[in-house]
């Protein structure tokens, strides 16, 4: 198996402190170590450096090569630009393809999520190795969600495959759309439901065969990426569009598999998820004070005191100020949108 760390885009919804020149996954969020770090650390305990490979943009693969230098700079595939998550998966596959290593199985990792525990993590990857040996399968991950999540899509459980080591792997008896959510209402709380959550698996022969022929337009650029191809030009002739151009007819067909996240999967999208999670292990530490306050959230240098406010949210960087209630942390992206809209770059 080979792990392809992925990251990519900067986590509006985390600003100030996230910002093209330093996106959420690499920021000191948890004790004083990074998203990307505290995943690469957990990859390191199976796989050794020269295993491991990283794909991003020119930008984060320096800000990444900086906090891990022990990351091999050939092992770094760089994205020539953004044609979002279906290109970029096929990019994956075709770089492993030019290495040698189309017909060993590999799986794309988020670098912007908290994977606990890691072990299980790296259980689940050995059994999804296997089976990507002996099948040509899209395989891919979820978990059972206790409400809706809105903005992601759904898979539905079908028989049982494979629980070895306590890893359960179904084949996906159907997929649910984000925009279904009478249908998502009609099976949540049966443990047939699962949230997806990408963990794409498979050879990248057998992925990019799976492109052929549901996405030839797709499919020729890579093969050429994969040879001798001009890697930017070939790159552009792919039109943007999310891998689930290609699943969606997947899942349908019966051609997929997917596996229940024998981990938590912890996906830090706003200021409140992760006030959330600090407080629920008890990393938080407030070193300013509080007069009648109580539930508040707050980054900062500076000693700040809080007088008679409850869950309000405070993060400070050098040059910016965000203060807010927690129940809003999700509207934060606007605020990029706007200083987008001013040209304050610099802010950005």
């Given at each position: 198996?080979?792990?392809?760390?992925?990251?990519?885009?900067?986590?509006?919804?985390?600003?100030?402190?996230?910002?093209?020149?330093?996106?959420?996954?690499?920021?000191?969020?948890?004790?004083?170590?990074?998203?990307?770090?505290?995943?690469?650390?957990?990859?390191?305990?199976?796989?050794?450096?020269?295993?491991?490979?990283?794909?991003?943009?020119?930008?984060?693969?320096?800000?990444?090569?900086?906090?891990?230098?022990?990351?091999?700079?050939?092992?770094?595939?760089?994205?020539?630009?953004?044609?979002?998550?279906?290109?970029?998966?096929?990019?994956?596959?075709?770089?492993?393809?030019?290495?040698?290593?189309?017909?060993?199985?590999?799986?794309?990792?988020?670098?912007?999520?908290?994977?606990?525990?890691?072990?299980?993590?790296?259980?689940?990857?050995?059994?999804?190795?296997?089976?990507?040996?002996?099948?040509?399968?899209?395989?891919?991950?979820?978990?059972?969600?206790?409400?809706?999540?809105?903005?992601?899509?759904?898979?539905?459980?079908?028989?049982?495959?494979?629980?070895?080591?306590?890893?359960?792997?179904?084949?996906?008896?159907?997929?649910?759309?984000?925009?279904?959510?009478?249908?998502?209402?009609?099976?949540?709380?049966?443990?047939?439901?699962?949230?997806?959550?990408?963990?794409?698996?498979?050879?990248?022969?057998?992925?990019?065969?799976?492109?052929?022929?549901?996405?030839?337009?797709?499919?020729?650029?890579?093969?050429?990426?994969?040879?001798?191809?001009?890697?930017?030009?070939?790159?552009?002739?792919?039109?943007?569009?999310?891998?689930?151009?290609?699943?969606?007819?997947?899942?349908?067909?019966?051609?997929?598999?997917?596996?229940?996240?024998?981990?938590?999967?912890?996906?830090?999208?706003?200021?409140?998820?992760?006030?959330?999670?600090?407080?629920?292990?008890?990393?938080?530490?407030?070193?300013?004070?509080?007069?009648?306050?109580?539930?508040?959230?707050?980054?900062?240098?500076?000693?700040?005191?809080?007088?008679?406010?409850?869950?309000?949210?405070?993060?400070?960087?050098?040059d910016a100020i965000l203060v807010m209630k927690k129940d809003q942390s999700g509207k934060v992206g606007q605020v990029v949108d706007k200083l987008?809209?001013?040209?304050?770059?610099?802010?950005?």
């Amino acid at each position: 198996m080979k792990p392809v760390i992925i990251c990519g885009g900067v986590g509006s919804k985390m600003w100030p402190e996230s910002r093209q020149k330093s996106p959420k996954h690499f920021l000191p969020l948890l004790n004083g170590k990074s998203l990307f770090e505290l995943g690469w650390e957990t990859l390191r305990k199976k796989f050794s450096a020269e295993e491991i490979f990283l794909q991003t943009n020119a930008q984060q693969a320096e800000i990444a090569m900086s906090l891990v230098p022990e990351i091999l700079r050939e092992n770094v595939f760089i994205e020539p630009e953004m044609r979002n998550q279906g290109p970029a998966t096929g990019f994956a596959a075709a770089q492993l393809v030019k290495r040698g290593f189309g017909d060993e199985p590999f799986i794309l990792v988020q670098a912007d999520v908290l994977r606990e525990p890691g072990e299980k993590f790296l259980d689940m990857i050995g059994e999804m190795d296997k089976l990507a040996k002996i099948n040509d399968k899209y395989i891919t991950g979820g978990f059972v969600p206790e409400t809706i999540v809105r903005g992601v899509d759904y898979l539905v459980k079908g028989e049982l495959v494979s629980s070895e080591t306590g890893v359960k792997i179904y084949e996906v008896a159907d997929y649910i759309d984000r925009s279904e959510e009478e249908k998502i209402k009609e099976y949540l709380g049966t443990d047939k439901l699962l949230l997806h959550a990408n963990h794409t698996a498979m050879t990248p022969n057998n992925l990019l065969k799976m492109y052929q022929k549901y996405k030839a337009e797709w499919c020729g650029p890579l093969v050429n990426i994969a040879g001798e191809g001009d890697v930017v030009a070939e790159y552009a002739k792919m039109p943007k569009a999310g891998i689930e151009e290609v699943t969606k007819q997947v899942y349908k067909n019966g051609e997929a598999l997917v596996v229940e996240l024998p981990f938590k999967w912890i996906d830090f999208g706003t200021w409140e998820s992760l006030a959330n999670y600090q407080d629920s292990v008890g990393s938080y530490k407030f070193e300013g004070m509080e007069v009648e306050a109580k539930g508040n959230y707050v980054r900062s240098k500076k000693y700040v005191a809080l007088i008679g406010v409850e869950d309000l949210v405070v993060v400070e960087t050098d040059d910016a100020i965000l203060v807010m209630k927690k129940d809003q942390s999700g509207k934060v992206g606007q605020v990029v949108d706007k200083l987008k809209e001013e040209e304050k770059i610099n802010l950005l």
